[in-house]
Protein backbone atom coordinates (compact mmCIF):
# COMPACT_ATOMS: atom_id res chain seq x y z
CA UNK A 1 0.00 0.00 0.00
CA UNK A 2 2.93 2.21 0.73
CA UNK A 3 4.38 2.18 -2.42
CA UNK A 4 1.29 2.04 -4.34
CA UNK A 5 0.83 5.64 -2.75
CA UNK A 6 4.77 6.38 -3.03
CA UNK A 7 4.04 6.09 -7.39
CA UNK A 8 0.98 7.47 -7.42
CA UNK A 9 2.71 10.71 -5.32
CA UNK A 10 5.80 10.75 -8.09
CA UNK A 11 2.95 10.19 -11.01
CA UNK A 12 1.02 13.40 -9.51
CA UNK A 13 4.67 15.34 -9.71
CA UNK A 14 4.90 14.29 -12.73
CA UNK A 15 1.69 15.45 -14.01
CA UNK A 16 2.31 18.82 -12.31
CA UNK A 17 5.85 19.45 -13.61
CA UNK A 18 4.21 18.75 -17.16
CA UNK A 19 1.78 21.42 -16.93
CA UNK A 20 4.20 23.77 -15.49
CA UNK A 21 6.79 23.10 -18.64
CA UNK A 22 3.87 23.67 -20.74
CA UNK A 23 3.26 27.15 -18.88
CA UNK A 24 6.95 27.89 -19.34
CA UNK A 25 6.95 26.89 -23.30
CA UNK A 26 3.66 29.24 -23.21
CA UNK A 27 4.92 32.14 -21.77
CA UNK A 28 8.24 32.25 -23.07
CA UNK A 29 6.54 31.67 -26.64
CA UNK A 30 4.22 34.44 -26.46
CA UNK A 31 6.93 37.05 -24.97
CA UNK A 32 8.07 39.93 -27.27
CA UNK A 33 11.59 37.95 -27.18
CA UNK A 34 10.98 38.32 -31.44
CA UNK A 35 13.81 36.77 -33.03
CA UNK A 36 16.13 35.93 -30.12
CA UNK A 37 14.46 32.32 -30.00
CA UNK A 38 12.78 32.01 -26.73
CA UNK A 39 12.88 28.09 -26.88
CA UNK A 40 16.49 28.69 -26.51
CA UNK A 41 16.14 31.12 -23.13
CA UNK A 42 14.02 28.57 -22.05
CA UNK A 43 15.99 25.39 -22.74
CA UNK A 44 19.18 27.62 -20.76
CA UNK A 45 16.86 27.87 -18.03
CA UNK A 46 15.36 24.44 -17.57
CA UNK A 47 19.28 23.25 -18.30
CA UNK A 48 20.62 24.57 -15.00
CA UNK A 49 18.20 25.22 -12.86
CA UNK A 50 16.26 21.84 -13.60
CA UNK A 51 13.06 20.86 -15.55
CA UNK A 52 10.91 19.90 -12.78
CA UNK A 53 11.88 22.88 -10.94
CA UNK A 54 14.68 20.88 -9.04
CA UNK A 55 18.34 21.83 -9.78
CA UNK A 56 20.89 19.12 -9.90
CA UNK A 57 23.45 21.06 -10.26
CA UNK A 58 25.92 21.88 -7.58
CA UNK A 59 25.61 25.88 -6.79
CA UNK A 60 22.80 26.85 -8.95
CA UNK A 61 19.09 27.18 -7.11
CA UNK A 62 15.85 25.36 -6.96
CA UNK A 63 13.18 27.55 -8.90
CA UNK A 64 10.21 25.70 -8.35
CA UNK A 65 7.75 27.06 -5.74
CA UNK A 66 9.27 30.21 -5.53
CA UNK A 67 7.28 33.24 -5.09
CA UNK A 68 6.85 34.91 -8.80
CA UNK A 69 7.31 38.48 -7.39
CA UNK A 70 10.54 37.17 -5.69
CA UNK A 71 11.90 35.95 -9.32
CA UNK A 72 11.09 39.09 -11.17
CA UNK A 73 12.87 41.07 -8.64
CA UNK A 74 15.89 38.78 -9.56
CA UNK A 75 15.28 38.70 -13.05
CA UNK A 76 15.24 42.69 -12.87
CA UNK A 77 18.62 42.70 -11.00
CA UNK A 78 20.41 40.13 -13.05
CA UNK A 79 19.34 42.26 -16.31
CA UNK A 80 20.30 45.76 -14.78
CA UNK A 81 23.87 43.47 -13.51
CA UNK A 82 23.03 44.61 -9.92
CA UNK A 83 23.53 41.19 -8.95
CA UNK A 84 26.65 39.85 -11.63
CA UNK A 85 26.42 36.49 -12.68
CA UNK A 86 28.07 36.32 -16.11
CA UNK A 87 25.54 33.72 -17.76
CA UNK A 88 22.66 35.26 -16.20
CA UNK A 89 23.32 38.45 -17.35
CA UNK A 90 23.69 37.42 -20.49
CA UNK A 91 20.74 35.40 -21.31
CA UNK A 92 18.56 38.76 -19.86
CA UNK A 93 19.81 40.96 -22.61
CA UNK A 94 17.07 42.38 -24.32
CA UNK A 95 14.40 41.01 -22.64
CA UNK A 96 11.40 43.48 -21.67
CA UNK A 97 9.33 43.79 -18.65
CA UNK A 98 7.11 41.82 -19.42
CA UNK A 99 9.11 38.97 -20.81
CA UNK A 100 11.20 39.19 -16.76
CA UNK A 101 7.41 38.89 -15.54
CA UNK A 102 6.18 36.59 -17.72
CA UNK A 103 9.56 34.49 -17.21
CA UNK A 104 9.02 34.49 -13.12
CA UNK A 105 5.19 33.57 -13.91
CA UNK A 106 5.95 30.18 -15.45
CA UNK A 107 8.63 29.99 -13.33
CA UNK A 108 6.93 29.85 -10.06
CA UNK A 109 4.79 27.32 -11.43
CA UNK A 110 7.06 24.33 -11.55
CA UNK A 111 6.62 22.67 -8.58
CA UNK A 112 8.83 23.36 -4.97
CA UNK A 113 11.86 21.04 -4.86
CA UNK A 114 11.05 18.21 -1.99
CA UNK A 115 13.47 17.71 0.72
CA UNK A 116 17.11 16.45 1.04
CA UNK A 117 16.93 12.75 2.10
CA UNK A 118 17.55 11.51 5.77
CA UNK A 119 18.35 13.90 8.69
CA UNK A 120 19.50 14.28 11.90
CA UNK A 121 16.69 14.69 14.60
CA UNK A 122 19.51 16.57 16.90
CA UNK A 123 21.14 18.51 14.31
CA UNK A 124 17.23 19.48 12.96
CA UNK A 125 15.76 21.06 16.40
CA UNK A 126 19.37 22.72 16.87
CA UNK A 127 18.72 24.77 13.86
CA UNK A 128 15.10 25.11 14.38
CA UNK A 129 15.46 26.86 17.29
CA UNK A 130 18.13 28.59 15.77
CA UNK A 131 15.97 30.11 12.70
CA UNK A 132 13.36 30.67 15.10
CA UNK A 133 15.52 33.02 17.44
CA UNK A 134 16.59 35.31 14.55
CA UNK A 135 13.47 35.27 12.93
CA UNK A 136 13.93 33.33 9.83
CA UNK A 137 9.97 31.89 10.24
CA UNK A 138 9.16 35.56 10.37
CA UNK A 139 9.69 36.96 7.10
CA UNK A 140 9.92 33.72 5.03
CA UNK A 141 6.92 32.09 6.72
CA UNK A 142 6.62 29.53 9.19
CA UNK A 143 6.79 26.77 6.67
CA UNK A 144 9.70 28.75 5.19
CA UNK A 145 7.55 28.95 1.90
CA UNK A 146 8.19 32.47 1.27
CA UNK A 147 6.12 35.27 0.00
CA UNK A 148 5.65 38.08 -2.36
CA UNK A 149 9.69 39.51 -2.46
CA UNK A 150 11.11 37.03 -0.16
CA UNK A 151 11.93 33.70 -1.17
CA UNK A 152 11.14 29.78 -0.35
CA UNK A 153 14.16 28.59 1.64
CA UNK A 154 12.57 24.85 2.26
CA UNK A 155 14.02 22.12 0.16
CA UNK A 156 16.32 23.98 -1.48
CA UNK A 157 19.66 23.00 -2.37
CA UNK A 158 21.92 22.70 0.63
CA UNK A 159 24.93 23.59 -0.97
CA UNK A 160 23.27 26.93 -2.56
CA UNK A 161 21.74 27.74 1.05
CA UNK A 162 25.22 28.09 2.62
CA UNK A 163 26.72 30.05 0.41
CA UNK A 164 24.14 31.99 -0.05
CA UNK A 165 24.10 32.66 3.79
CA UNK A 166 27.31 33.20 3.84
CA UNK A 167 27.68 36.05 0.92
CA UNK A 168 24.98 37.76 2.54
CA UNK A 169 27.10 37.69 5.93
CA UNK A 170 30.67 38.70 4.20
CA UNK A 171 28.33 41.14 1.98
CA UNK A 172 29.69 40.06 -1.04
CA UNK A 173 25.94 40.02 -2.14
CA UNK A 174 23.90 42.51 -1.30
CA UNK A 175 19.95 42.24 -0.64
CA UNK A 176 17.65 45.25 -1.41
CA UNK A 177 16.66 44.54 2.05
CA UNK A 178 19.89 44.81 4.29
CA UNK A 179 18.30 42.99 7.27
CA UNK A 180 19.81 39.38 5.77
CA UNK A 181 23.34 41.22 6.66
CA UNK A 182 22.21 42.15 10.27
CA UNK A 183 20.80 38.63 10.81
CA UNK A 184 23.31 37.07 9.42
CA UNK A 185 26.43 39.27 11.33
CA UNK A 186 26.23 37.35 14.60
CA UNK A 187 25.98 33.51 13.55
CA UNK A 188 29.23 31.17 13.05
CA UNK A 189 30.10 29.44 10.09
CA UNK A 190 28.78 26.35 11.72
CA UNK A 191 25.19 28.33 12.32
CA UNK A 192 25.31 29.06 9.03
CA UNK A 193 25.97 25.45 7.66
CA UNK A 194 23.17 23.90 10.53
CA UNK A 195 20.59 26.57 8.83
CA UNK A 196 21.57 25.46 5.54
CA UNK A 197 21.43 21.69 6.50
CA UNK A 198 17.99 22.26 8.21
CA UNK A 199 16.28 24.46 5.63
CA UNK A 200 17.34 21.78 2.70
CA UNK A 201 15.06 19.45 5.01
CA UNK A 202 12.66 21.18 6.63
CA UNK A 203 8.91 19.97 5.54
Sequence with gaps: MRLRSLNGARAATR????VALLALHAAF??????????????AACLACHGADGTSRTPGVPSLGGQPAYFITIQLYLF?????AVEPMNQMLLGAGNDDLRNMADALSRLPPPA?????????????RSLAEQHRCNFCHNA????????PRLAGQREDY??????????????GYDASMADVLHPLSDEDVLDLA???ARVR
Excluded at 15 to 18: D, E, K, N
Excluded at 29 to 35: H, K
Excluded at 115 to 127: F, I, L, Q, V
Design 15 to 18: LVAG
Design 29 to 42: TGSAYGADAPEARL
Design 79 to 83: REKLR
Design 115 to 127: PAGASDPERMAKA
Design 143 to 150: DYSGAENV
Design 161 to 174: LAKTLRDYKSGVRR
Design 197 to 199: YFL
